[in-house]
């Protein structure tokens, strides 16, 4: 298994079985999966397409449901609970951040981050304060009424992230948050996910195909063929903030 | 924003979309709209009363009764008052242009229905002026363009005076508004003793009576008793309510009701499956986002709320825009045609409009609620 170390696990996965049927044909995910992580962590998972990664990602969100097996998170057994209460749960301790971000294009940036906090139980005024807090917190204040469409790719990612904030949840998972920006956008993500980790102390999963994205993860685990086969746990002093990889890039080219 | 809002900006994503949905629904809220004015109306029975009864010759009502049914019918004590009238059906200049004159005993018609004609005592004191003095509806007064004070010239369709003349001139004492819009006014009160003295035929004869039951009689048992003192004379008679004997006039040449119903149905039927259909397609056409907003935490019942809210809005813009258009029409061309747009009517319209909205996106929304998120996500 892979555990924590030395701390008590936020999420626990146990013995976790998973499979699709194609036709007649069964393919098994998850043969015998579990995983451990703490509060706080920020966990990087790596692997091949097909490997389970989102798999993985869509049971920690309780969009799919384990064949067997136990996903916690907190005091919450996803495995156990209908729609309504995941929804609920989903509502007030997860925040996802998606690959394309996945923001509704006929809002601006504040009706999107304000999407989540019209299900609680806030006055108009509450939320705005919150989006505008968020907003700020992520470099686009200002940029309230600006409209997807117009934005750049970093700048949506960014609206996606404090969308998935805005709540405050206790767990951020990110589905390849940096696949679809170019260096100098991604950089400033990972920036963004690492303070969120250390400041906020938000707990993290994100799937990535990207070694350089999982540098910035304070553990990483490669997923094979629905088993975790390696972990790499980073010292501390080896995240400390990285030179911007344009920067790197630069000086690797100017090197050569 | 609030989820209201929300909705909103979802119908809005396809303007022309959105907008030709809405005039679908106004369209639909029209009809519906002046199907029911007309019922409504005075073309219609819905502002005729269940509580006076009208005392006709069974025979037919073209056949008269003779005036000392009066006192017998008086006589009933469940009686309250009863009048009498003898109608002049003729026209105004062209023969098209058709006039109804009821001939009454002002005094006792007052007693009868004065309140739901909206008979003043003014207006009776200007009756009294002189023989040949009228008064005219308020529709009929609009119609024809007449004031108070205009003398005015009706040619009988068959009532003849004893000069042999078909031509009879009134003045105009006076015009008679009703009590509510839905009252008709397209007819003229002339004095029954006139009429009677003029005329060269069928004096002493009236072609009905109207009985104004006492309170807690019940009309129909009335009726009954009524019938029952004449089945053995001459002219028996055949007793019913205001609003039976429209609703049997009307189903003389047709079931209208039915047919209102038939052509209302069927375009409610097919404005229903046409937003069943658009909606059903808006709602694949965001099923990610609708896989995004249950990631976000929105419940499926939140889901569902968000679409009906969204076919509701649609409906809502469409149905005010049709039953405005109803109203105007009632107005431009109520007094004419008996359309009479009550708040009854607005309020049945109004619980359609939500109804529509409803219903046209329940099956939408259903759809949308049951989709598994993992489904969602697949359809990009």
Known sequence: ?????????????????????????????????????????????????????????????GIDRPDSGKVRIGDSHLEQMGESAKAAWRAHNLGIVFQFYNLLPMLNTA?????????????????AERVDTVLDLVGLDGRQKQYPASMSGGQQQRVGIA????????????????????????????????????????????????????????????????EFTEQFQREPEDLAPQPHRDEAMEQGVARQ | MTSLQLARRNAWRKP????????????????????????????GTGGASDNLLGVFNKAGRSQSLPMSYLGRIAADSDVAAVSYMARMRGFAGTQSNVVMTSAVDPRSMAAVNGRELGLTADLLAGLDRTRD????????????GWSVGQRIGVTAFQMTGTNGSRDWSF???????????????????????????????????????????????????????IDALFANSAAPTRTQSEKQFLEAFIRQFADIGLIINLVVGAAF???????????????????????????????????????????????????????????????????ALGLSLTPLV????????????????????????????????RSR
Do not use: W
Request: glycine letters at 10%.
């Open chain 1, 1 to 61: 298994m892979t555990g924590t170390i030395g701390k008590e696990p936020y999420i626990e996965i146990r013995g976790v079985r998973k499979g699709f049927s194609f036709g007649a044909e069964k393919v098994a995910i998850f043969s015998d999966l579990s995983l451990n992580i703490a509060r706080g962590d920020f966990v990087a998972v790596m692997g091949p397409s097909g490997s389970g990664k989102s798999t993985l990602l869509n049971m920690l969100s």
């Open chain 1, 111 to 127: 009706q999107n981050v304000e999407l989540p906090l019209l299900l609680k139980p806030l006055s108009r005024r509450q939320r």
């Open chain 1, 163 to 226: 969308r998935a904030i805005v709540t405050d949840p206790g767990l951020l998972l990110c589905d390849e948050p940096t696949g679809d920006l170019d260096c100098k956008s991604a950089n400033d993500i990972l920036e963004m996910l690492r303070l969120l980790n250390r400041e906020l102390n938000k707990t993290i999963v994100m799937v990535t195909h990207d070694p350089e994205a999982a540098g910035f993860a304070r553990r990483t685990l490669h997923l094979n063929k629905g």
């Open chain 2, 16 to 43: 022309y979309r959105t907008l030709l949905l809405m005039f679908c629904v106004a369209v639909a809220i029209l009809i519906y709209g002046l199907t029911q004015s007309f019922l409504a109306g005075s073309q």
């Open chain 2, 133 to 144: 003095s009228v008064l005219v509806g308020k529709a009929l007064a609009q119609a024809q």
């Open chain 2, 171 to 225: 003045e105009i004492a006076g015009i008679f508004e009703g009590a509510d819009a839905s009252t008709d006014t397209y007819f003229m009160i002339a004095r029954y003793d006139y009429i009677n003295a003029a005329r060269a035929q069928g004096k002493d004869m009236v072609d009905g009576f109207v009985v104004r039951p006492r309170d807690g009689v019940s009309p129909g048992v009335l009726a009954s008793r």
């Open chain 2, 269 to 335: 039927t097919t404005i229903m499956m046409i937003v069943i259909n658009t909606m059903a397609f808006a709602v694949r056409e965001r099923t990610f986002e609708i896989g995004v907003l249950k990631t976000l935490g929105f419940s499926r019942g939140r889901i569902m709320a968000l679409v009906l809210g969204e076919t509701l809005f649609i409906s809502v813009i469409g149905g005010l825009a049709g039953l405005a258009g109803a109203k105007c029409a009632t107005m431009l061309a109520g007094p």
């Open chain 2, 346 to 377: 607005a309020g049945k319209t109004a619980i359609v409009i939500i109804a529509l909205g409803l219903l046209g996106g329940l099956l939408p929304a259903v759809n949308a609620m049951r989709m598994p998120i993992i489904n969602a996500f």
